[in-house]
């Protein structure tokens, strides 16, 4: 299996990419096909000791910032990496794309390089989050800010497959994220998009309430993408801050010092539990072929992830699933 | 100071309600008036040695429940505890008006018994959450799941009054929850209230992201009552999800047991400054007169605590600084 990266997207690139990338390759056995400028990529892998074994160079020289608006992945820099690798994909001179780089360009050349699935109105972010009994997925987390309820349908068909193929659950209880369980709750769209997703033949359990997602109340939480971002940066969030706290309290005294050493070993696995690198990012769902968005701020660490992340999303044909359902699915897509 | 007390709403009526009431008279000096059944309130208090003093019983019989319509509370149950206390609030029986009951109905009896500030277009249930510079208040909590920009901006200038004379922040940071800081970012409606919010007088410092709440971005963080009601249910979900897990790793071995011991002063200090009890509950803002939302599931200790900030709420005059701002603020609030 041949994974294509974006050598000069998020913050830590090209070091952390291309060493992620070099890790990936021998850890999980793939072969790489890294885009960028390709003597910045040897000149990098060689004074850093990084081996280029099983890893190939496109040749690109174009970078998609930050700071550009992500419509100029079309235009301006539609020779950009990101744009390349997308270009890459669709061509099939690999089996998935993974870019640290920005998440609205990414979407955007997903969506018009790449290309949606027949029948998905639209491509969705959609990471999957730690939860008490192991993982679930938040779709869409910021990619669509407005959606319709069949956009939420969509999503929890498509979040279904994944959770089913990657993740091997059975029969994954699909939620709607909402402000109660009543099925009278919250603004139009909830109401609409719980009245159709009744109606689906999807393991659809209601609604949830955002304080019951990280106990594991679900195994795919449907939501707009601006609800989403909200549920996924508060996670983030007050994480952050609580173990912020719980590190400070730990460096109080010598005796709290002592007691840090003694739980040492379960803070490790739990804060491996929470941690967000070993998630390393997103999926891009209703794209034709695997594209995947690993962290900004993405170290090797967490790339390594995010490559072995893609390299299940493609290997257990999830996108094909999708594909095969949507097709089968009437009356209801018809725009 | 009086403050009324529905003695029958919330899961652990009447007792827990009655004895928080009393440790709240004796502990802030106040005289508290009970409303519900007085042969009920005085065995209760009997049988568990709570002394009566400083509070008066106002007899009524009848309870909302939370399995009631809230628009009940203005027709088959307009004799209940809870109604009864709103209409004691507004007679001026009374300097505010507490309850542990029903949100939706005690969002719907203030506004149509004890009634809105002139040109308040919506109450708002805002709870001041806790941060790591001490806490802010999240306007709408889900009084109002859908908005329009203008109540946003109504609910910017009541937290900020709320935080100033409540909470004695200077000039408090008023932020619009988004996905992200640009001006440009969110639905409509952000984009339209960050728009007005930055034509008023508000130290409004623009757009936060959800992730930056729990570190204290903000003073008073602006919201539909949809997307606020998901905020402070991540915050209670995230929060005790990793709290619980913390208590597993110190109840992991004999070894993590001693280190427990050793962090007991930091830890309980910690959960303290977390503990939703210390908060206590919400205040409704823009009624005419103070009316506070205290957990479903508050205990004594809990309940004391929502009676020491109701008092303040009234103590303040922070009902009477927003009807004068209200009053002052032309052009805008035309409807």
Chains 1, 2 share one sequence.
């Not at 498509?158 to 994954?172: D, E, F, K, L, R």
């Amino acid at each position: 299996m041949k994974i294509i990266v974006d050598a000069f997207g998020g913050d830590n690139a090209p070091l952390e990419i291309i060493k992620g990338s070099a890790q990936a390759a021998k850890q999980y056995n793939l072969d790489i096909l890294l885009v960028g400028n390709r003597e910045i990529i040897q000149t990098t892998a060689r004074q850093n000791g990084i081996s280029m074994e099983h890893m190939e160079i496109a040749h690109c020289e174009d970078i998609m910032t930050m700071h550009d608006d992500p419509g100029a992945i079309l235009k301006e820099h539609k020779n950009s990496t990101m744009a390349t690798g997308l270009r890459l994909l669709s061509e099939g001179a690999g089996d998935a794309f993974v870019s640290a780089g920005s998440t609205g360009a990414l979407v955007m050349g997903a969506t018009f390089i790449v290309k949606r699935i027949k029948g998905i109105k639209r491509v969705a972010l959609a990471p999957v989050i730690p939860t008490e009994n192991g993982g679930c997925m938040l779709i869409d987390c910021g990619a669509n800010v407005e959606c319709k309820p069949e956009m939420l349908v969509q999503f929890a068909s498509m979040g279904s497959a994944y959770m089913q193929q990657v993740m091997q659950i059975g029969s994954p209880r699909v939620a709607l994220a909402n402000n109660g369980t009543e099925e009278t709750k919250g603004t139009q769209l909830q109401i609409d998009a719980y009245s159709l997703l009744s109606k689906t033949e999807l393991n659809f359990t209601g609604n949830i309430e955002a304080r019951d997602i990280p106990f594991g109340g679900a195994d795919v939480v449907v939501t707009d993408g601006f609800t989403g971002n909200i549920i996924l940066k508060m996670y983030e969030g007050v994480a952050s801050a609580l173990l912020k706290n719980i590190k400070a309290i730990f460096k109080s005294s010598w005796l709290t010092k002592l007691a840090a050493l003694a739980c040492n070993k379960p803070l490790k696995a739990f804060k491996k539990k929470m941690d967000y690198n070993e998630y390393g990012g997103a999926p891009l769902m209703g794209v034709t072929k695997p594209v995947f968005k690993a962290h900004g701020s993405s170290n090797a660490y967490a790339f390594q992830h995010a490559i072995r992340l893609v390299a299940d999303y493609a290997r257990t044909g999830v996108t094909q699933l999708v594909a095969a359902q949507i097709a089968t699915q009437k009356g209801m897509d018809q725009e």
